[in-house]
C-alpha cells in the first residue's frame, strides 16, 4: 500500500497492538477503555498497516498496547519492521529466550538517548524474572531499560528495584503518574484546564503524535484512541494528516497523556503532544 505522510511536526509514533493484557493493575489509564474498540488487526494486516509508515531511527515505530508481545502475529510483526525503526513498549513477562532467538539485537539498535526495549514496572511484576529478562536481554546486545510510574502506591518497590538496576547497571528511569489518586490530580500539564473539569468547551487542536488503535485505526489523541471516538484515518484504507489545527468540543475532558509535559524523543523536556488553542482566549 502506498505509504502515508507525516506532518513534518510529528514527534511520536504508537501502535497498540492490542489492548490484551497479563496484568491488572488499577490505575492502568486505558483498561477501562480496551471493551470499546473492535477486534484487533491479523498479523498479516497489522505488517501491511506498519509498512506504510515512513518510519527512522529517528522517529520509529513503538509497539505498545496493552501487551504488545502477547498479540499471536507479535514476532512476525516486529520482524516486517526494519532494523532501528522499531521500539517496545512492555511489562517483560515475555519468554526471552524465545524472544531472543526469533528477533535479533540489530532490530532495536537505533543510537538513541534512552533504550529501544523499555520495560515497565508495575504492581504486580514479579521483579526477580523482570529483572533476569532484563539482564539476559543486556548481556545479549538488546537495548533494554527499566521504567517506573511514580505512582503513591509504587515508592518502595520503585526505590529497591533502582538499587539493583544500580547494581546491574541497568537505565532506571521514572515517569511521572498522571491522573487521579485519592481524589488528588498528579502530574504536570500544558493545559491543567484540560483535565476533568466537569463541563467541555470548543478548542482547535494539533496533534503531534500518530497513533494507532488496535484494528488499525488513526486517532488524532489519545482521548479519542481509548474512547474509539472520531477515528481520522484507516491505516487499511484512506490516511490523510495534516499540519492545520482540528475543532474539538471535548476540551475539559482530555486524557492525561495528551495534555502532559514530557520529555521528547530527543530527551528535551518541556514537550506536550498538542497545542491547544481557543480562537484567542486563554486556555
Avoid at 489509564?29 to 518510519?55: E, G, H, V
Avoid at 489523541?221 to 484507516?234: A, Q
Amino acid at each position: 500500500m502506498k505509504k502515508i505522510e507525516l506532518p513534518k511536526h510529528y514527534n511520536y509514533i504508537e501502535a497498540y497492538l492490542t489492548y490484551d493484557c497479563n496484568m491488572s493493575c488499577d490505575y492502568c489509564l486505558n483498561r477501562f477503555y480496551a471493551l470499546t474498540c473492535p477486534r484487533p488487526l491479523n498479523t498479516k494486516d497489522w505488517i501491511k498497516a506498519l509498512s506504510r509508515i515512513p518510519a527512522t531511527k529517528k522517529l520509529p515505530i513503538t509497539l505498545g498496547g496493552g501487551e504488545p508481545t502477547v498479540h499471536p502475529g507479535f514476532y512476525e510483526i516486529v520482524n516486517s519492521i526494519p532494523d532501528g525503526n522499531v521500539d517496545l513498549l512492555t511489562n517483560g513477562t515475555f519468554d526471552s529466550d524465545e524472544f531472543m532467538s526469533k528477533i535479533k539485537p540489530s532490530k532495536f539498535d537505533r543510537n538513541a538517548k534512552y533504550a529501544s526495549i523499555r520495560v515497565s514496572l508495575h504492581p504486580t511484576t514479579d521483579v526477580g524474572m523482570m529483572l533476569r529478562t532484563v539482564i539476559a536481554l543486556n548481556k545479549h546486545g538488546y537495548s533494554v531499560g527499566i521504567w517506573s510510574t511514580d505512582h503513591p502506591t509504587m515508592t518502595g518497590l520503585m526505590l529497591k528495584v533502582k538499587d539493583i538496576c544500580d547494581d546491574y547497571k541497568i537505565d532506571f528511569r521514572v515517569k511521572e503518574f498522571l491522573g487521579f489518586y485519592k481524589h488528588k490530580l498528579y502530574g504536570r500539564y500544558k493545559y491543567p484546564g484540560a483535565i476533568a473539569r466537569g463541563y467541555t468547551s470548543n478548542v482547535i487542536c494539533k496533534p503531534s503524535e500518530l497513533l494507532l488503535s488496535p484494528d488499525g485505526k488513526v486517532f488524532r489523541c489519545h482521548s479519542d484512541l481509548y474512547k474509539y471516538n472520531t477515528p481520522i484515518g484507516d491505516m487499511l484504507g484512506t490516511v490523510k494528516l495534516t499540519d492545520d489545527f482540528y475543532p474539538c468540543p471535548n476540551f475539559g475532558d482530555c486524557h492525561p497523556c495528551d495534555v502532559k509535559l514530557k520529555y521528547n524523543r530527543f530527551q528535551q523536556y518541556g514537550h506536550c503532544p498538542v497545542e491547544i488553542k481557543n480562537d484567542g482566549d486563554k486556555i
